[in-house]
């Protein structure tokens, strides 16, 4: 399972960037996470393999919204009202198994693909 993650870039604060991951082959949940500058990463959503559950960190409720098509095996991170402190590199990531529980959803342990991130900027 390989998963390409695109759609990064630069922003001005308070706009609007949409993140997409495409993954071959089969997975169950997805999320993403990011990684500022000399910090850790962090969980910041996840999304349930039949999509009637996600999760969100606090800090990006109600700005971030993920979504999945299955068709297409794909996933996005919808990303509204953009703040300096969201610029990191996101990491989409998908996990092998059924997830049970939001503990699977928001560690990394929970997943067991990633892709290779996509830098996302925002300037204030």
């Known amino acids: 399972v390989q998963l390409q993650a695109s759609g990064g870039g630069l922003v001005q604060a308070g706009g609007s960037l949409t993140l997409s991951c495409a993954i071959s082959g089969f997975t169950y949940g997805k999320g993403w996470f990011r990684q500022a500058p000399g910090k850790e990463r962090e969980f910041v959503a996840a999304i349930s393999w039949s999509g009637g559950s996600t999760y969100y960190t606090d800090s990006v409720k109600g700005r971030f919204t993920i979504s999945r098509d299955n068709a297409q095996n794909t996933v996005h991170l919808q990303m509204n009202s953009l703040k300096p402190e969201d610029t990191a590199v996101y990491y989409c990531?998908?996990?092998?198994?059924?997830?049970?529980?939001?503990?699977?959803?928001?560690?990394?342990?929970?997943?067991?693909?990633w892709g290779q991130g996509t830098l996302v900027t925002v300037s204030s």
């Open positions: 990531a998908a996990m092998s198994k059924y997830g049970s529980g939001g503990d699977y959803y928001t560690r990394e342990w929970g997943y067991d693909y």
